[in-house]
């Protein structure tokens, strides 16, 4: 088991950025995954970054590639995702989200549904 907690949000105007932060509990969080997802008002949560347990593999959404970056400190059990130049469509709820990385059937990564366990989020808003 792993709880998660994000922090970092606010209000940004355009062409700003943000460090979000994922703090976890647990002795064991260098086992997990992570992964950061959003989710803007009545729209469908959809997957932003992904780092593995390791840190040595990245996976960014085609909207966030190149803005962005994801990296974590297994020694803090922190993973972070540092976003650039960030328009009013980024707007949303910032989630991170843990998976084993000893599943043997770990689902795809890009869906949230490979993820048992999720942070409260953290609200982004930029303005125009």
């Known amino acids: 088991q792993v709880q998660l907690v994000e922090s970092g949000g606010g209000l940004v105007e355009a062409g700003g950025s943000l460090r979000l932060s994922c703090v976890a509990s647990?002795?064991?969080?260098?086992?997990?995954?992570v992964g950061w997802f959003r989710q803007a008002p009545g729209k469908n949560r959809e997957f932003v970054a992904r780092i593995t347990a390791n840190g040595a593999v990245w996976l960014y959404s085609d909207s966030m590639k190149g803005r962005s970056a994801i990296s974590r400190d297994n020694a803090k059990n922190t993973v972070y995702l540092q976003m650039n130049s960030l328009s009013p469509e980024d707007t949303a709820v910032y989630y991170c989200?843990?998976?084993?990385?000893?599943?043997?059937?770990?689902?795809?990564?890009?869906?949230?549904?490979?993820?048992?366990?999720w942070g409260q989020g953290t609200q982004v808003t930029v303005s125009s």
């Open positions: 989200a843990a998976q084993d990385s000893a599943l043997r059937l770990p689902g795809n990564p890009l869906s949230s549904s490979a993820y048992a366990f």
């Open positions: 647990g002795r064991t969080f260098a086992m997990y995954n």
